[in-house]
């Protein structure tokens, strides 16, 4: 299995981004995804998450501005980012949740004026 994490860039504070992962594999349907960053230095933190049955989790810190949602029929999962701020600068992942899957490249999001 393999992820693919796209759709990142340099946005500016207030603005929006969707990033995209597309999973291989024949049974992203089944698997709780989710979303982590990273920052140089720094343990890599779960942002959000979304169990096949469609329960979802985010934490406080990104919680009303940030939506996670998936396509199964693209083996693909977004995460919709409003309202940035500098501080979401970090490389964003996607995996399982909890991640069992090897970690794909992620991408960069950079949120800067």
């Known amino acids: 299995v393999q992820l693919q994490a796209s759709g990142g860039g340099l946005v500016q504070p207030g603005g929006s981004l969707t990033i995209s992962c597309v999973v291989s594999g024949s049974d992203f349907g089944i698997r709780a995804m989710a979303w982590y960053r990273q920052v140089p230095g720094k343990q890599r933190e779960l942002v959000a998450s979304l169990a096949s049955g469609g329960n979802t989790y985010y934490p406080d810190t990104v919680k009303g501005r940030f939506t996670i949602s998936r396509d199964n029929a693209k083996n693909t999962a977004y995460l919709q980012m409003n309202s940035l701020k500098p501080e979401d600068t970090a490389t964003y992942y996607c995996?399982?949740?909890?991640?069992?899957?090897?970690w794909g490249q992620g991408t960069q999001v950079t949120v800067s004026s």
């Open positions: 995996n399982t949740d909890p991640p069992i899957l090897v």
